[in-house]
């Protein structure tokens, strides 16, 4: 992919179980979450939720529920996966879109979910791999989860854990700092606090005293 415009940071949560037996491979998504940020500014620029009706185990076990909150009744009255994989295509219509995780298990579990239901993701053939990139900056082997990540910051979590939204709002919180591009956002939004100041909306992008960021590390290609 050439440069971005946006990065598209998706988290999921799957069906899960804490007994031995149930086989990741059976795991299906239950809930999409996904922010849009603008490369420029490096600020989330829209966002998705979904809940997702399971096919092979449609009732969520004790297990998930105490771990995502999500209830019954939610992915009950959910559509199936197809209809969160249109409304994906839409958030990232018209943009050049690079699709990020953290880690590697969303990735997998969308391509393994869409195989099964027949369907094409609207995401290209890159994949940038934001846990792996965290690491590399601060020169370790080992990748923290999202919450130490945050915590190695100075900041806390927000929301709820387990979550797909909020995992998705607090990855992209960690973005600017695994592309290396912290103080490049932090210039933006100052810039964008001036403009505010100065009589325009709060919400308005300041983009234009902002220069354009550095390429971003290499994404990987999805094999």
């Not at 939720?49 to 009732?59: A, G, K, L, Y």
């Not at 076990?61 to 295509?89: G, W, Y």
Request: net charge positive; hydrophobic share 40%.
């Amino acid at each position: 992919m050439s440069s971005p415009t946006h990065y598209l940071v998706i988290d999921l949560e799957a069906t899960c179980s804490d007994d031995p037996a149930f086989s990741r491979d059976e795991m299906e998504i239950i809930e999409v979450g996904a922010v849009l940020v603008d490369a420029a500014t490096l600020r989330p620029a829209a966002e998705l939720q979904c809940f997702v009706r399971p096919v092979r185990h449609p009732r969520l076990t004790p297990f998930c529920m105490r771990l995502t909150s999500i209830r019954q009744a939610d992915v009950d009255a959910a559509p199936r996966l197809p209809s969160a994989v249109a409304r994906l295509k839409e958030l990232v219509r018209g943009k050049q879109a690079l699709f990020c995780s953290w880690g590697d298990y969303d990735r997998r579990q969308l391509e393994r979910d869409a195989r099964r239901h027949g369907v094409t993701l609207p995401l290209g053939r890159d994949h940038l791999n934001l846990k792996r990139a965290f690491a590399r900056r601060l020169g370790e082997e080992r990748e923290p989860g999202v919450g130490q990540a945050l915590r190695r910051l100075g900041l806390s979590f927000q929301g709820t854990q387990h979550r797909a939204i909020d995992d998705a709002r607090n990855i992209a919180r960690l973005l600017p700092h695994a592309l290396g591009l912290e103080h490049h956002r932090a210039g933006a939004h100052r810039s964008a606090t001036a403009t505010s100041l100065t009589g325009a909306p709060a919400t308005a992008p300041a983009t234009a005293a902002v220069p354009p960021p550095p390429a971003p590390p290499a994404p990987r290609a999805a094999r």
